[in-house]
């Protein structure tokens, strides 16, 4: 299923209005200092009213059947708002790494409870070095002797791993890397979480010690699930970058028409329209990378995966310099804890770091290109 202009409109529309009711400034902030980070009470509303949790899933497991073009609407409103909720881990990578599999018992088993917005999901991939590279997974799980697995190892980084009461977690068996699920509740489960530079966005330290374990798809395909949600993760994170940095681009803007020096708006100084201008470039081509990508996913286009190393690239790069420029532009107060520039900068840097740095991405577009 896929969504005309007009529906997408409207889908917009309705996301932002949502998220400008539940997801002002005061409420990000109270939410970066509480446990859990997000409000329990929106997300119930957020599956209710808008069905967001049940966006991407498809129909026979009682979802809305749509793609990543959607998605990428939502995703773009969200990091416009910076809304803490468990939205990214649970519909971009569980979801998706849950579809990869292509195991239709694990995805009846679990996917309804996501729809319905009973069931947050996490993703635990990337170990100490935070990479994504099949090869370095050391994280081991093990037959039990009754049909099920025990799993052993360290998953730092995992987005909303204290909270997610099911953890998909990538570990290495004989066979190679593969895809488990364990429940929040198993014995020999621990969750830390982490304290990083964006406090929007929980990361925790999970350690496993001979959990129960279930394996979801094929012994051995861990490797093959991994790059199809890294595609798809990293152009619903790009969605999310663009939005964040149109947003910091509209305050620019809005302050330089309404600060005045010297008797005159700041806006009509060269420097400033400059500034602002080449946040505009940037943010234009965010926009366009990223939902450029989000269509070829849709269309199942081959040249996709090079598509999603491109809008990571780029998006990464515009968010950045978007929350930098954000700063310059408003001047002494942009640098205080008051004011929310710090926040989008926070943001911008912790999502380009989130896969990765540069070197990382840049590798990863020349590895989709065959270089």
Not at 112 to 129: F, H, M, N, S, Y
């Amino acid at each position: 299923m896929s969504a005309d202009e007009s529906e997408l409109r409207q889908l917009r529309f309705s996301v932002r209005e949502f998220l400008e009711a539940r997801s002002p400034e005061e409420a990000v902030r109270k939410l970066m200092e509480s446990e859990p980070r997000f409000d329990l009470d929106v997300w119930a509303q957020a599956a209710d009213q808008l069905r967001l949790p049940s966006l991407v899933i498809p129909e026979e497991y009682g979802g809305d059947g749509f793609g990543p073009v959607e998605l990428g609407v939502v995703l773009e409103e969200m990091g416009r708002a910076l809304l803490c909720s468990p939205f990214y881990s649970t519909v971009v990578l569980a979801v998706q790494a849950l579809l990869a599999s292509g195991d239709t018992g694990a995805c009846a088993r679990h996917l309804p409870g996501i729809a319905a917005g009973r069931t947050t999901a996490a993703l635990a991939v990337a170990e100490d070095g935070g990479s994504w590279d099949p090869a370095l997974i050391s994280a081991r799980a093990v037959p039990d002797g009754d049909g099920g697995w025990r799993l052993s190892g360290r998953k730092p980084f995992v987005i909303d791993g204290t909270t997610a009461e099911l953890i998909l977690v990538v570990a290495r068996t004989v066979a190679g890397p593969s895809l488990f699920a364990v429940e929040r509740t198993s014995a020999g489960l621990a969750a830390e979480p982490m304290e990083t530079l964006d406090a929007t966005r929980a990361m925790a330290r999970l350690t496993f010690d001979a959990v129960p374990a279930t394996l979801v798809g094929a012994d051995g395909a861990g490797g093959r699930v991994m790059t199809k949600v890294l595609d798809i993760a990293t152009v619903g994170l790009a969605a999310e970058q663009a939005g964040g940095a149109r947003r910091c681009l509209e305050m620019s803007a809005d302050y330089a028409r309404t600060r005045h020096q010297f008797g005159r708006p700041i806006g009509s100084f060269q420097a400033v329209k400059h500034k602002c201008a080449d946040m505009l470039v940037q943010v234009e081509l965010a926009e366009a990378a990223s939902r450029e990508a989000a269509r070829l996913a849709a269309e199942g286009a081959p040249d996709f995966p090079v598509a999603a190393a491109v809008a990571h690239a780029c998006c990464s790069r515009a968010y950045v310099f978007a929350a930098m420029e954000n700063i310059q532009v408003h001047g002494g107060i942009g640098f205080t804890w008051e004011h929310p520039a710090h926040l989008y900068f926070r943001r911008a840097k912790s999502s380009q770091l989130l896969f990765g740095g540069p070197a990382v991405y840049h590798e990863r577009l020349l590895d989709r290109l065959g270089i």
